[in-house]
């Protein structure tokens, strides 16, 4: 028995009588056994057996010892005792833990909870390929580089959700950490409309995502939107939008091939910020029609950021998501004169020209932003190739999952623009509240799931595509240097990165459920009453018939 049979939205807001149970909870959850399955491990992307076996045997209890915990609302120096993959205290100088206990020092250091990544794509047949990385190796990154969870999308087969939620679940079997689902919603009809009820009510799904952009592929009219707008609210979930206008993107590429511009720097050129611009303002508007809350995947340009920041001071409930690449890249890569290093950096929406990022970072600290994703979809250079005559041709998506909690780190901390709570809520905490799953997830409190990282902030790293786990060939942070390294990421209660050493184990990863109606929602219902109370209709009027 532990705090998770308990619904995760509920725990803050939980009876004080229920709320009495969890330390019994957690206590009893000492007695308990894990029941493992058998677990395999898979020697490729530089993992070697040895490390595996040592991930299979790490203990279950582990104490943290002198850190600076912190979660999204305080920090405190403090020690972390974990059993079972459980927090089970948060308190200064704790002694008495029992027996086989690993001691970590982490003096000095900040001790957080896990990244959790709300924006990937692993193992996704896409643009005639699929995505390198599959979710080992996708997830095998993550955990180098501190992130402990992510929120894949689901692709319908066909338009079909549940074949589509049946083929990811066989994808992620062998899962090294913990994740989660959104779904996409690609056409509109009944049975969608029913299906979408099942992965809300049976399938741990509380998002949907519609494609405003891919013509003739994903992208969907503003009919569809309009209807999947409406069903998402009347479910709870969080409606999700690709902001571009996919018809206007047409007509661009259609543009630069007439004008004979058919490298990597057609594709930005093709689809400018004004078209993401006009598309996430559209999208905003009709979520305001529908009274619905909306999520903006990867804010790319100060015309989107703006619309987000607009519709957040009238009082709409959006939130807006920049993701790595958005903030620390700029588009002049595009144009450098080999085919390859371009290529890597397409993307999209396709990353801005420089002041891009920085008003993103801007938006990211004073909170018109409220957290950051990867869009974690990547393509090595053989498939980058299928486009090195046409850019159309050229699979969208960059790396980002193993970088993003160091270069946000860097990027953001360092640099003074935020604050070491911020960066957790940035990070961590902001996406479980969004998608239900905290305190469980997101936080370091005694209940909470085990996922934590220490991050030394004096330590320095440095991004190479010969030292990462990706199985891409290329990174489209090359180079980058910064100060703030995670040296330890536990995940499930288990020590899997340590000394530069990668212990990820597949199949040990866990799906998590994620309940609808997110705090986003509060107040909707009274927001529609209000609506219709301010109709003044409909109209009583007297029939006046005409003398005969």
């Known amino acids: 028995m532990d705090f998770r049979r308990y619904p995760e939205s509920n725990f803050c807001s939980t009876p004080t009588k229920i709320r009495s149970l969890f330390p019994i909870v957690v206590l009893l959850s000492l007695f308990s056994t894990l029941s ?142 913990d994740y989660g689902f959104h779904m996409a919603i690609t056409k509109w009809d009944e049975a969608v409309s029913k299906d979408m009820e099942v992965m809300v009510k049976d399938k741990g799904i509380n998002s949907f995502k519609f494609f405003m952009a891919y013509k003739g592929s994903l ?21 999700m939008v690709h902001a571009e206008n996919g018809d206007a993107v047409f007509e661009g590429q259609k543009r630069m091939i007439e004008l004979g511009i058919v490298g990597p720097e057609g594709h930005a050129l093709s689809r400018p910020p004004q078209l993401e611009g006009e598309a996430t303002g559209r999208a905003i508007r009709l979520a305001g029609f529908v009274n619905t809350p909306l999520y903006v995947v990867h804010v790319m340009s100060i015309d989107a950021m703006e619309e987000v920041a607009k519709a957040r001071k009238s009082g709409q409930k959006v939130i807006g998501e920049p993701v ?67 850019f159309r041709k050229i699979p969208n998506g960059v790396n980002g999952l193993e970088e993003r909690m160091h270069l946000v780190w860097h990027t953001m901390v360092v640099s003074g623009q935020i604050s070491v709570t911020d960066f957790v809520r940035m990070t961590s905490t902001e996406c479980a509240r969004i998608f239900n799953i905290y305190p469980r997830k ?3 409190l005694v209940g909470s799931d085990a996922d934590i990282i220490i991050l030394n902030p004096n330590s320095s790293f440095e991004i190479s595509s010969k030292s990462h786990h990706s199985r891409s060939d290329t990174n489209v942070y090359e180079g980058r240097k910064g100060k703030g390294k995670v040296e330890v990421t536990i995940a499930g209660g288990r020590v899997v990165w340590e000394n530069d050493e990668l212990k990820a184990v597949p199949g040990r990863g866990k799906y998590v459920k994620m309940r609808p109606f997110n705090y986003l929602f509060d107040g909707i219902e009274k927001a529609d009453a209000e609506y219709l109370s301010s109709l003044r209709a409909p109209v009583i009027r007297r029939t006046v018939h005409a003398a005969a």
């Not at 397409?346 to 970072?361: D, E, F, T, W, Y």
């Not at 938006?363 to 869009?375: E, I, P, R």
């Open 324 to 390: 790595v690449s958005g903030l620390v890249l700029d588009d002049t890569v595009l144009w450098d004169s080999d085919f390859q290093t371009a290529a890597k950096f397409v993307m999209s929406p396709p990353i801005r020209a420089p002041g891009h990022g920085k008003a993103l970072q801007a938006a990211l600290s004073n909170g018109v932003l409220q957290l950051v994703g990867t869009d974690h979809c990547t393509f090595n250079s053989t498939q980058k190739s299928l486009g090195i005559d046409d």
């Open 442 to 444: 997101g936080a370091i």
């Open 219 to 239: 992208m969907i009219n503003d009919d569809l939107l309009l209807e999947g707008f409406k069903k998402c609210k009347s479910l709870g979930a969080l409606a």
């Open 36 to 177: 493992e399955s058998n677990q395999f491990c898979d020697a490729g992307i530089g993992i070697a057996e040895s490390q595996c076996g040592a991930a299979s045997a790490s203990p279950s209890k582990i104490l943290i010892k002198g850190g600076t915990v912190v979660n999204s609302h305080h920090q405190e120096i403090a020690d972390v005792y974990i059993e079972d993959g459980i927090v089970l205290a948060v308190q200064p100088n704790i002694k008495k833990v029992g027996d086989g206990v690993t001691v970590i020092d982490a003096t000095g250091k900040y001790v957080m909870p896990g990244g959790i990544d709300p924006h990937t794509h692993l193992a996704m047949e896409f643009m005639g390929t699929e995505t390198i990385d599959d979710f080992f190796s996708g997830q095998a990154a993550a955990l180098a580089g501190g992130t402990t969870m992510h929120i894949d999308f689901v692709i319908p087969v066909n338009g079909n959700l549940t074949a589509g939620f049946e083929a990811y679940v066989e994808k992620a079997k062998i899962s090294a950490m």
